[in-house]
């Protein structure tokens, strides 16, 4: 009925809550925090005389496949727990309620870089799924709390533009070959069209371009004159009025990423989430507004009104103004 959903909506039916997920807007800390609480809420409900398990020899859990998330972690870099020794479900558990809070599995270990996208969240938490709730009218009522952060759209295009066209695979922390893939379609595509090697042994030079931001708003705006268009584009510049279907969905718990420290424990306090390392967001950038004002004016007028037309339910609903990125008198779209 709605496809998005298996990648976008988060529900937590024991708190009568949804989160849409928009990346390029906190969304790692979000679903870590929405990870944590479902994990949190079936710590909650174990038996306390739970005996203890074998790792290797573990069936998959009613609610959470151990085996595959452990494995997950481990192709991250991330081991929680010694496998050969015998450990309890709730132990377990719990090292990973640590790594979502804090970033490390214990209060002893090192800090750890944890990116929740890189798991496959369906494949671990099997009710961790949109179709899980029980029933799809309980998301509409009044007592659901839906929750949506949103972030000026041109801020967010220019973010997804620094990190995932504008870094080289030798300056990432985590591979992104699908990404460093879009980057040398862009520089073949409006850069090098006609390059023939001279020699056999010869790299391609998009092999280690940097597409310019112009090149990169043509090619994320091709196709978009439509709605069918606009539904397949990339989720990191997707309108996110399309993305979280905002109009259908009419959330009742909207966050800013411009005020997200006080909207984020906001959030924290309506989940019952007292201890969190709040002292930054997990995965930021790092980039300040200057940059990415710096981006927006390299382009042309065409451009800037081509984005202010994909983008203009974003920017009307949420009350965010492209002249905070574009200063630009004489522009008329």
């Known amino acids: ?139 509409f009522s009044p007592s659901f709390t839906r929750v949506l952060f949103v972030r000026h759209p041109f801020e967010r295009l220019a973010s997804a533009y620094k990190e995932r066209i504008a870094t080289l695979a030798k300056d990432r922390i985590q591979p992104e070959t699908y990404y460093d893939d879009v980057r040398k379609v862009i520089c073949r595509r409006y850069t090098h069209p006609d390059w023939v090697p001279s020699s056999l042994k010869e790299d391609h030079p998009c092999e280690t371009f940097v597409p310019p931001f112009k090149h990169f708003v043509e090619f994320i705006l091709t196709n978009t004159g439509s709605y069918a268009g606009i539904t397949r584009m990339d989720g990191h510049w997707q309108p996110y009025t399309v993305v979280c279907q905002v109009c259908k969905f009419k ?10 420290d006080n909207d984020f424990n906001s959030l924290l306090k309506r989940l019952n989430v007292s201890d969190w390392n709040n002292e930054k967001r997990r995965g930021a950038s790092g980039h300040n507004k200057w940059t990415y004002q710096q981006l927006f004016s390299s382009l042309p007028d065409n451009l800037i009104c081509q984005l202010k037309r994909l983008y203009n339910d974003d920017l009307q609903l949420f009350n965010y103004r492209i002249e905070d990125y574009v200063n630009r008198t004489t522009l008329i779209c």
């Open 251 to 260: 959330y009742n718990f909207i966050g800013k990423y411009e005020t997200f």
């Open 1 to 139: 009925m709605y496809p998005w959903l298996n990648t976008a909506l988060y529900p937590l039916q024991s708190q009568s809550l949804m989160y849409c997920a928009i990346p390029k807007i906190a969304s790692k800390t979000l679903v870590s925090l929405m990870m944590y609480v479902f994990v949190r809420d079936i710590i909650t409900h174990l038996d306390n005389n739970s005996t203890n398990i074998n790792i290797k020899r573990i069936r998959p859990e009613q609610l959470i496949d151990i085996p595959k998330l452990i494995n997950q972690l481990q192709k991250n870099g991330i081991t929680i727990t010694n496998t050969k020794e015998s450990t309890s479900f709730s132990s377990l558990l719990q090292a990973y309620l640590h790594l979502l809070r804090f970033e490390s599995v214990n209060s002893t270990s090192p800090s750890l870089y944890f990116n929740p996208w890189r798991l496959n969240i369906k494949d671990i938490f099997h009710n961790f799924d949109f179709k899980s709730i029980s029933n799809l009218s309980d998301i």
